[in-house]
């Protein structure tokens, strides 16, 4: 079993949908919870950052964590073409030299 | 921009050669990440270095090697290229010797292998 699992999608939406994107994981040390965005010919950048359980908003974003059921997500609110994207979690735990560990994205589309 | 330059962005080469991958980290930061992303294993960590020490290790191969320098630049070589190291190449740094902090990658370097 991978340690975080992520479907690849891809994943195709109209404009103005909510947009739900998940990952799973094994590793119950995992702590620090992240979701990454990358444009195509881009590198990632950090879109969310959450420690341990429990939810955060920034604007259309909001990041879920449940750790009891290793379980996180990333919804999107009212959807915009420029979401379009591969949406990659990551996560690592407490020690000073754990290494992240990412998903393997999901491609998002969203049509206009 | 995310202030990381990585050179070059584009290469392509035929089997068993080498190949130097370079990387200038954000000013300030003193962590350097290499990871390599593939369509079938998605993005893996290979290799850290903070401020010129080798820090963790991931799923490195033996033909690959890494440093940074005193200008806090790293460079990533591969050497006896196989058709199976063709993936994109991202390096990312941050301000913190650990992972906790933000990532920051720059836009990959390609390789392509034939």
Known sequence: QKEVEQDPGPLSVPEGAIVSLNCTYSNSAFQYFMWYRQYSRKGPELLMYTYSSGNKEDGRFTAQVDKSSKYISLFIRDSQPSDSATYLCAMRGQGGSEKLVFGKGTKLTVNP | ?114
């Open chain 2, 1 to 114: 921009d995310s202030g990381v330059t990585q050179t070059p962005k584009h290469l392509i080469t035929a089997t068993g050669q080498r190949v130097t991958l370079r990387c200038s980290p954000r000013s300030g930061d003193l962590s350097v990440y290499w990871y390599q992303q593939s369509l079938d294993q998605g993005l893996q960590f290979l290799i850290q270095y903070y401020n010129g020490e080798e820090r963790a290790k991931g799923n490195i191969l033996e033909r690959f090697s890494a440093q940074q320098f005193p200008d806090l630049h790293s460079e990533l070589n591969l050497s006896s290229l196989e058709l199976g190291d063709s993936a994109l190449y991202f390096c990312a740094s941050s301000v913190a010797p650990s992972g906790a902090g933000e990532l920051f990658f720059g836009e990959g370097s390609r390789l392509t292998v034939l």
